[in-house]
């Protein structure tokens, strides 16, 4: 999530982004030829009347008639001319391929009233899957770890980590697609969606984003706040993105949500034995941990050492339904037996360079990250006691540490704007916690609106249970009613 400002204000560059020729000022898209997506896009099916097209927009919004990169985009047109609002731009967050995501709201039950409502359009980010897509040429052993930094038992394991990944921050800067580094950026992917709304001949766009597609929601509405109609920000980043402050959230968002497991496990200690109780459920998790960081157990997932072990619990707390798989793997490992192969989409796997390495271009792109080893081994200590489940995780060293300087500063979220932000938001969300939720809200203020959900887990709409929450999204996206305060649905409440 970062990097270092070129020494200009931020009110200034502010001004200077809204005039770059070719994004607010000069309508300037060509249209999209539509053509029937390719099932192989998407893990769910393809709903009927899905398209698909490309668009060309500027690498370089400085230079809007230079070079440029392609975009793939989707959409599911409203079959109700009658109703047909405009069209609802979505991001599936990541920052991951998105051509697919229509698909998978409608899989997902978004209700038919929004399908009516609008044309639903997603996209791919720049820079990732078939938007012209960069690599860093890793190695396998250089993507193992994704983007969630290893879990690091001392100041020497961050030593040797950022040996590591000054090495990534190298070959992304040398490698083929380097020319398109400076320019992939949050900022750069919300004129990008100011392009597809000019290229579909929308005068406004609604948006529905979730996880990191919260921050370029609010980027864009930032951006162009007179071209952002209903805008649904889902499952909050901080103000500042995908930052260094907000990796460090992961240790906060992991205790918030582990009690959920805790119970879990306790409730179900007949059948996994690791605890009658959630404080000895806790207590095992944290044995498990310096068990498997002595000694590590071979799987038919690789070496499963301590680290391994932290991040695959951090994952698997994303979703309820994943917490039998969870209990399971621990009551292998508790046994000293190599777990069970982990369930996943075996093509699951199949671009992940890329990807990868689009996320390390647009995070570390997006805002200032400190460039000293030290600050990292210092914050590591500390958040190892204040979150020592996870938080020594959140505050390692990433590539964003060794970046280029960028080409312009972090865009920064204020309350400039129309009041048409609706923010929902689970309270015990293990990646984009609830305190990252409420400094984003803080920064919107008058502009935004949110509402919490008395749930764990990383999504609220739709494939959230809690249906006051979800209902809320589906009658502001419909009819424009947003709630005139925030408050809490709790876990048992009806719509409202």
């Given at each position: ?8 204000t ?33 893990p ?7 398209q698909?097209?490309t668009l060309?927009v ?6 809007p ?7 793939a985009v989707?959409r ?7 109703k ?16 697919s995501?229509p ?7 978004m209700?038919q009233?929004?399908?009516d ?15 012209t897509?960069?690599?860093?040429d890793?190695?396998p052993?250089q993507?193992?770890?994704g983007?969630i930094?290893p ?25 083929k ?6 320019h992939?950026s ?19 766009i ?17 951006l ?6 209903r805008?649904v ?9 995908w ?6 959230l ?5 205790a918030?949500r582990f009690p959920?497991?805790?119970?879990y ?8 034995g690791?605890?009658?109780?959630p ?5 095992k ?12 157990v ?15 619990n951090?994952?698997m707390l994303?979703?309820g339904?994943?917490?039998?798989v969870l209990?399971t793997?621990w ?9 069970p ?13 890329s990807?990868?390495s689009g ?7 997006d ?8 600050s ?13 489940q996870?938080?020594a995780?959140?505050a ?13 500063p972090?865009?920064?979220i ?5 009041s048409?932000?609706l923010?929902v938001?689970?309270?015990?969300d ?12 803080r920064?919107?203020g ?5 509402v919490?959900a ?6 609220v709409?739709?494939?959230g249970k ?16 947003r ?14």
């Amino acid at each position: 999530m970062r990097r270092t400002a070129v020494p200009l204000t931020l009110v200034v560059a502010s001004v200077a982004i809204a005039l770059v020729p070719g994004v607010s000022q000069a309508e300037t898209a060509a249209g999209i030829k539509w053509e029937a997506c390719p099932a192989e896009i998407s893990p769910v099916p393809i709903p009927a009347g899905m398209q698909c097209g490309t668009l060309k927009v500027p690498l370089d919004y400085r230079a809007p008639n230079g070079k440029t990169i392609d975009l793939a985009v989707s959409r599911i047109p409203s079959k109700k001319p009658e109703k047909r609002r405009g069209v609802l731009l979505t991001n599936p967050g990541g920052p991951s391929p998105g051509q697919s995501y229509p698909a998978f709201l409608v899989a997902t039950g978004m209700p038919q009233t929004v399908l009516d409502s609008y044309d639903v359009i997603g996209f791919d980010p720049r820079g990732i899957g078939k938007s012209t897509p960069v690599t860093c040429d890793l190695t396998p052993a250089q993507q193992a770890p994704g983007n969630i930094p290893p879990y690091p038992r001392d100041a020497a394991d961050v030593t040797k980590r950022a040996a590591e990944v000054k090495q990534i921050a190298k070959q992304c800067a040398a490698s083929k697609t380097a020319w398109m580094l400076p320019h992939i950026s949050t900022a750069n992917s919300a004129r990008d969606m100011d392009q597809i709304r000019i290229a579909l001949g929308e005068e406004k766009i609604s948006y529905d984003g979730a996880s990191w597609g919260t921050h370029l929601g609010a980027v864009y509405t930032t951006l162009f706040p007179q071209r952002s109609d209903r805008i649904v920000l889902d499952s909050n980043l901080g103000a500042g993105g995908w930052d260094y402050p907000s990796e460090r959230l992961y240790g906060r968002g992991f205790a918030d949500r582990f009690p959920d497991f805790a119970k879990y496990a306790a409730a179900n200690h007949r059948e996994y034995g690791l605890g009658r109780t959630p404080a000895q459920v806790t207590a095992k998790y944290t044995a498990l941990a310096k068990q498997l960081d002595r000694k590590p157990v071979d799987s038919p997932d690789g070496r499963f050492d301590g680290t391994l072990f932290r991040l695959i619990n951090f994952v698997m707390l994303y979703g309820g339904s994943q917490f039998p798989v969870l209990a399971t793997v621990w009551k292998s490992l508790d046994a000293n037996q190599p777990p069970p192969p982990i369930p996943g989409d075996p093509d699951a796997a199949k671009g992940s360079e890329s990807l990868i390495s689009g996320r390390y271009y647009m995070i570390c792109n997006d805002s200032n990250w400190p460039k000293d080893v030290t600050s990292y081994q210092r914050n590591v200590a500390i958040d190892r006691i204040k979150y020592p489940q996870f938080g020594a995780a959140g505050a390692n060293i990433q590539p964003c540490a060794f970046w280029p300087e960028p080409v312009e500063p972090p865009v920064k979220i204020t309350d400039r704007g129309p009041s048409n932000v609706l923010m929902v938001q689970n309270q015990r969300d293990p990646v984009t916690p609830l305190a990252g939720a409420q400094q984003l809200r803080r920064a919107f203020g008058d502009r935004a609106t949110m509402v919490t959900a008395d749930q764990g887990g990383h999504g609220v709409y739709p494939i959230g249970k809690n249906q006051c929450a979800k209902h809320v999204v589906t009658t502001f996206l419909v009819t424009g009613e947003r709630p005139d305060r925030d408050y809490t649905c709790s876990a048992d409440a009806e719509p409202r």
